[in-house]
């Protein structure tokens, strides 16, 4: 494959025009297309195999008439001092509030909260709330603003009157705050990128084709959108590890290229070598990263999957940029891929003796040889620190957030916490019990029974007169529970109920009851996620696992790289632990609600941050077997891999951890917090800790062991040759091997000059 890559190298390099101009088609090309596909659809949230799913697909078949899918907005009042919302000048605001609501665009009906049948005010007579229905025509993206400012000034004018009034609901919430993280982690990157190259021209070509690659995978998902059902959601990962990946690909080729001219070979020679050599490792780290989003299939939601999958086409897409865009755009820019002042060194090459390997010694060297000075208290002190960090963990609660984890100052917030003081705590989380009857079942009967049954129940306060479909065969009705959505006692409902009752329940009656709505969906959706953790964890490992012995030809070099993600991992989860559900400096960057941990938090973490450990792992070690193959013995190969990429493996991650953690820092929604620190966390704890630390000290332990692989085994694995051995025979066969270097042409001096 490197002889293959190093042909493909020199061929974009020669032909970068042409090249350039193909990748410009294809962009314009995908652009007309998205520019003519339909609308993206809205995101179809589902969990195959679920009871809260079977009970949805019963309602969606025997309940056409309901629109699962209406836009609501559930406005909540609250009389001052504890007076009753339902008399005098309290009343009249209500309904002044309802009066002007009701008038506003999109608008289907308004509930009357003091109506003598369905009406909702509190025992206590200090809240009432009333539900807003909207159009289906309201399209989100484009009238959520002017909804959102409409229903503001309503509530100010209640506000106005006397009454407390707050809201919950998509309208309530308003449009997402993006906080420019996106940008802030661009810029940070460039400024990363000009300081590793000394040059200007160098990160921009890094930045300018990992944005090429970003644009041609954003484009081409709202292309296929209709076709394939892609939600706007389904691109927001394919677009965040695109522009990663396509960053640091693009960095390690055009870092190999320069070391290639440094040697003293042609600008053609040099895109070559550095696409056969670093090529191969993009092209193995890129795999390894399509497994790891590809992978989240086996969690079994749909909206997941398709994330995954498109995530997994961007970083294919990433590696096609890196071995052709990438070599063309290092012909386009000529000699200055080097800084000036580097140029001025050498005015004849324009290439910089003083960068060359036998120059001065590099913090990657330094740090190296002090690692194996001590590699076993290294080790041992490496490990001790991630297991620490990674303590919190054992505590962890995972759940999914609702208007409870808003933050205090917001309206959702407010809104319910009004309802829970008026109506209590399990009134913001109640359950949808769906009856199903066959022939000969008298359905009412069975709800009847089901009512009678409820009364006294643990955890259940009240339930509502069950409505039932017009066959007579499907019924619904709502259980308030005690506690509220997102504690462990109204999942411990959830599961009682779906238990011994549900099975009691059907003997007496002959009536299948599910147990729905979005509370018992969330402890559904919690479960899936749990019980996917070792599946995935299973599949990404141990496919990732093989496909770095064919990398390294070795046993323990993946085996350790496994287990140091998972110390990685583990020891950021930890971190997350402590700030959003302890709250340990939470402040700091704006947490102000503490709650359990986002449910998909930990697969998704594993998928996004096993790929990306595994690009430091490719990199970093595919430079240390390199020198190995060449000769030099297994410690001085280790000082050699650092010296060559250290320096390039710690930009990679500086630029992540800035993406990631502009996130974490900017955003105002915890989950996009939690995400942006959690994998920033990751990022730091492996590069730094893992994969710069760990990994020498234990491969300084081992020494010669590190490579060894049975007999039977090598012969078995095909020969992958990431590390460039049969592309030096290729190229010793052909008068171009190390001891025979290609001089620079005039020819190409002045054509790229």
């Not at 206590?124 to 159009?135: E, F, K, L, P, R």
């Not at 944005?211 to 394919?238: C, D, E, K, N």
């Not at 910089?352 to 208290?377: C, D, F, I, Y």
């Not at 991630?386 to 809104?415: F, H, I, S, W």
Request: include cysteine.
């Amino acid at each position: 494959m490197a002889t293959f890559l190093y042909k493909l190298g020199r061929l974009a390099f020669r032909r970068r025009w042409l090249v350039g101009l193909a990748w410009l088609a294809i962009l314009i090309g995908i652009g007309a297309g998205a520019a003519t596909a339909g609308d993206a659809p809205e995101d179809e949230f589902t969990l195959p195999g679920t009871e809260a799913q079977q009970a949805f697909d019963v309602l969606e078949e025997e309940f056409p008439q309901s629109n699962a899918d209406a836009v609501e907005t559930r406005i909540v009042f609250q009389a001052p001092d504890g007076g009753d919302i339902s008399t005098g000048a309290n009343r009249s605001a209500v309904d002044s509030v309802l009066n002007e609501a009701g008038n506003g665009d999109f608008v289907v009906s308004v509930t009357d909260p003091f109506a003598e049948e369905g009406g909702s005010v509190s025992p206590d007579g200090t809240t009432a709330y009333a539900t807003i229905v909207y159009s289906d025509d309201l399209h989100m993206e484009d009238d959520l603003p002017d909804m959102h400012e409409a229903l503001m000034n309503t509530m100010e004018d209640g506000r106005a009157q006397g009454i407390d009034v707050e809201a919950s609901g998509m309208i309530a919430m308003g449009e997402a705050e993006v906080g420019g993280g996106e940008a802030i982690g661009i810029l940070v990157a460039a400024l990363v990128l000009v300081i590793t190259f000394g040059s200007i021209v160098a990160a921009g070509l890094s930045l300018f084709t990992a944005l090429i690659g970003v644009g041609v995978g954003t484009l081409g998902i709202a292309a296929l959108s209709a076709t394939l059902g892609l939600s706007g959601t389904t691109g927001i990962l394919a677009t965040m590890i695109g522009l990663a990946v396509g960053i640091d690909y693009a960095l390690f080729i055009v870092s190999r290229y320069r070391a290639e001219l440094v040697e003293g070979h042609s600008r053609e020679e040099a895109a070559g070598r550095a696409v056969g050599t670093a090529g191969s490792a993009v092209v193995f780290a890129g795999l390894t990263v399509i497994i790891a989003l590809c992978g989240l299939a086996v969690v079994n939601v749909p909206l997941l999957t398709k994330m995954g999958v498109t995530a997994g086409a961007a970083v294919a897409l990433a590696v096609l940029i890196a071995l052709t865009l990438v070599p063309a755009a290092l012909g386009m820019v000529g000699k200055r891929i080097f800084g000036r002042s580097h140029r001025k060194q050498n005015p004849e090459t324009h290439v910089p003796a003083t960068l060359s390997r036998n120059g001065k010694e590099t913090m990657g060297v330094r740090w190296a040889r002090g690692v194996l000075r001590r590699p076993g208290l290294v080790l041992a002190g490496s490990v001790l620190g991630l297991g620490v960090l990674a303590l919190p963990v054992a505590d962890m609660e995972l759940g999914l957030p609702d208007d409870g984890t808003q933050a205090p100052d917001t309206t959702q917030r407010k809104a319910y916490d009004m309802l829970s003081d008026g109506f209590g705590a399990g009134f913001n989380g109640p359950l949808l019990l769906v009856l199903e009857g066959g022939d000969g079942v008298d359905l009412q009967a069975a709800a009847d029974t089901l009512t009678a049954d409820l009364e006294g129940y643990d955890d259940v306060v009240a339930t509502a007169p069950a409505v039932f479909n017009e066959a007579g065969n499907v019924g619904t009705m709502t259980v308030f529970p005690e506690s509220g959505p997102a504690s462990q006692e109204t999942t411990d409902l959830v599961t009682s109920l779906r238990g011994d009752f549900a099975d009691t329940f059907a003997d007496q009656t002959g009536a299948e009851l599910l147990v729905s709505g979005q509370t018992a969906a969330q402890s559904d959706f919690s479960t899936v996620m749990n019980d996917a953790l070792v599946p995935y964890l299973t599949l990404v490992v141990g496919l990732a696992f093989i496909l770095l012995v064919l990398v390294f030809r070795s046993i323990l070099v993946p085996l350790k790289a496994a287990l140091g993600f998972l110390l990685s991992v583990l020891a950021a989860l930890g971190i997350v632990v402590a700030v959003f559900q302890w709250g340990w400096v939470a402040s700091l960057i704006g947490v102000e609600e503490t709650g359990p941990i986002m449910s998909m938090m930990p697969i998704f973490m594993i998928g996004v941050i096993f790929g990306l450990a595994m690009d430091y792992e490719v990199f970093l070690v595919t430079r240390i077997r390199e020198a190995h193959v060449h000769g030099e013995d297994a410690h001085q190969a280790i000082v050699t891999g650092f010296r060559l990429n250290a320096r390039v493996v710690t930009a990679a991650a500086i630029i992540m951890i800035s993406v990631f953690g502009a996130f974490a820092a900017v955003s105002a929604e915890a989950m996009i917090k939690m995400m942006g620190l959690g994998m920033a966390s990751a990022v730091l704890l492996d590069a730094f800790v893992v994969r710069m630390t760990i990994v020498p000290a234990l491969m300084g332990l081992v020494g010669e062991r590190a490579w060894w692989l049975p007999k039977w085994l090598n012969r078995a694995l095909p020969n992958v040759d990431v590390e460039g051995e049969s592309l030096e025979r290729y190229l010793k066969a052909n008068g171009k091997g190390r001891d025979s270097l290609e001089p620079e042409r005039e020819t190409e001096t002045a054509s790229v000059g």
